[in-house]
């Protein structure tokens, strides 16, 4: 397929209010997923034997670069997983603990990784936030209460000291919690209507907090726009579970749809339009039950995933039941990683109501990381807007700005714009510009214009882009290194550091900051 021709450089603008603060910056924005699926835990985190491995089996390889990679809170043990997972399994002596069917994924789950050697990665990583997801399609309340008296209760009880004999002195204290996963999905063990797992939620809901009540929790919402449940359900649940709840799931993934790229590089629009509509019902409920409670968003799923392609399809045969087979694993392509950081730049424009989101997922399954069983392990392309956008952005305040560029009609989102942006200010004056080019066709000269308080302009700029002529160039065992971002060397300071440019090739990221 030939590509399009490139036409001649367009001007855009982008008027910045930097001391107009619209939210701060969730360090939950920058979450990601482990889930027991193909080879994110086994030979990904976690391969005893490797030649990096620490005495734990913990790769240290990969713990490098998710440190690199700039990740906060893990969501853990899935996903699809969860809805058939029993935590029990996974604790206690190694050598005793059961294989069992993971009839979500079709594989053979070992349970020689389980609760206590994530909480030790989690530590191990640096002490990140680990957020747990509970049962709720094949298990249910009961459950639940235990493995919450198993993590948080200090001591004194049944399941805090099987906790203690099984090696972790002090609880986990995990404070956030995952009311199941993805319920409103068929395909889900233990898939109920909307009313039938609100009423589990609820009931759930309100005896964890009666345990901790220092839990935050997640109630399920849709596991896409798309859902043909998506608002009644969103609606249903939050009827019953508003004053139990402190976030509400949304899940998103994005690939070209037949062949359609244009669409696809505006996967950031139908993003945005799944954060509004979801704020339009929590408010709404909020209204109607007269609540005082503010609920927010955890978009805890988000991603570029070929969902229909053959690296997607789980074995299949009664007798064929592998254990951490290749699955899922996607390789990231230009394109992708554009996409990818135009729905970062849109989790990020909508922090005031996500509050948290994870990446979905973190090695090998849909990751910015990919590993060989005892050999490297390498950057995907999508490595590299997350590290930067949580590098610059972290602890930062989502300031107003507006952009005025061109835009192109797509056949899924009608006329979208040819860029999308978002600016974060830090304490010390910085501001990071983030801004990516989804035309095909037209390259960019974009002015800055920064309003300065009492004449002190910037004085420094430096600028990173991630392009290629190529736009499916990707990453790969062979060539770990084809696409990463180079500095722009267009990014120049002018009117006396009150504007700024920078020049933006089409289907490109970069990230401008301002010192
Ligand atoms: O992340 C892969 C899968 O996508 C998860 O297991 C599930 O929750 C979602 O459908």
């Keep these: 397929m030939a590509s399009p021709s490139v036409s001649s450089i367009h001007q855009a603008q982008l008027d910045v209010e930097p001391h107009f603060r619209l939210a701060s910056v969730p ?3 920058f979450g990601s997923f482990v889930e027991h699926l193909g080879r994110c835990v086994y030979t990904g985190i976690y391969e005893p034997g490797h030649p990096s491995a620490d005495a734990n089996g913990y790769r240290q390889d990969v713990m490098d670069l998710v440190r690199e990679l700039g990740v906060s809170t893990i969501r853990y043990p899935g996903g699809n997983f969860v809805s058939g997972y029993r935590w029990r399994d996974g604790v206690g002596p190694r050598d005793r603990r059961p294989r069992r069917l993971d009839l979500a994924w079709h594989s053979t789950e070992s349970n020689q990784f389980g609760l206590h050697e994530m909480a030790g990665w989690l530590k191990a990583l640096g002490g990140n936030e680990l957020m747990e997801a509970v049962n709720l399609g094949t298990q249910g309340t009961q459950e639940a209460l235990d493995l919450l008296e198993y993590s948080n209760i200090p001591s004194g009880t ?18 956030m919690w995952c009311l199941g996963n993805e319920m409103d999905g068929p395909w889900q063990l233990g898939h109920r209507d909307a009313d039938g797992y609100a009423r589990v939620a609820a009931m759930t809901a309100a005896a964890m907090r009666q345990m901790d009540p220092s839990v935050e929790l997640v109630v399920c919402g849709s596991s896409s726009h798309d859902m043909p449940t998506f608002g009644e359900w969103e609606r249903t649940v939050l009827e019953r579970t508003y004053d139990q709840v402190d976030f509400v799931s949304c899940h998103a993934y994005y690939h070209p749809v037949g062949g359609d790229m244009g669409s696809f590089l505006a996967s950031g629009v139908d993003m945005d339009a799944f954060i509004r509509d979801v704020i339009s019902v929590i408010d709404a409920t909020r209204a109607s039950l007269k609540s005082d409670r503010q609920v927010n968003i955890s978009f805890d799923e988000w ?5 229909d392609a053959e690296p997607s399809r789980p ?16 390789v990231y392509s230009l394109a992708d990683a554009v996409v990818f950081g135009d729905l970062l730049i849109t989790l990020l424009k909508h922090a005031d109501r996500v509050r948290s989101a994870s990446l979905a997922q973190l090695v090998n399954v849909i990751a910015p990381i990919m590993t060989e069983p005892g050999g490297p392990a390498w950057r995907q392309t999508t490595f590299y807007p997350f590290a930067s956008t949580a590098r610059l952005a972290r602890g930062g305040q989502v300031v107003e700005s ?4 061109d835009s192109y009609d797509t056949a899924r989102y009608g006329d979208v714009p040819d860029l999308d942006s978002v600016v974060v200010r830090q304490d010390d004056g910085s501001l990071s510009v983030f801004v990516v080019n989804r035309s095909q066709t037209r390259p960019y000269d974009l002015t800055l214009r920064l309003p300065m308080k009492s004449g002190a302009g910037y004085s420094r700029v430096e600028a990173q882009t991630l392009h290629d002529d190529d736009i499916q160039a990707s990453n790969t065992l062979d060539q770990p290194d084809r696409v990463k971002p180079s500095p722009n060397p267009t990014a120049r300071l002018e009117a006396a550091g009150s504007q700024a440019s920078i020049h933006l090739p089409p289907v490109s990221w970069s990230a401008i900051h301002l010192s």
């Design 158 to 175: 049944a399941l805090s000291d099987l906790r203690r004999r099984n090696g972790a002195e002090d609880p986990f204290n995990i404070r």
């Design 315 to 330: 074995p299949m045969g009664i007798g064929n039941w592998p254990q951490a087979p290749r699955l899922l694993e996607d």
């Design 27 to 29: 360090d939950r924005l």
């Design 402 to 405: 507006r952009m005025r560029g």
């Design 303 to 307: 991603n570029v995933w070929y969902q």
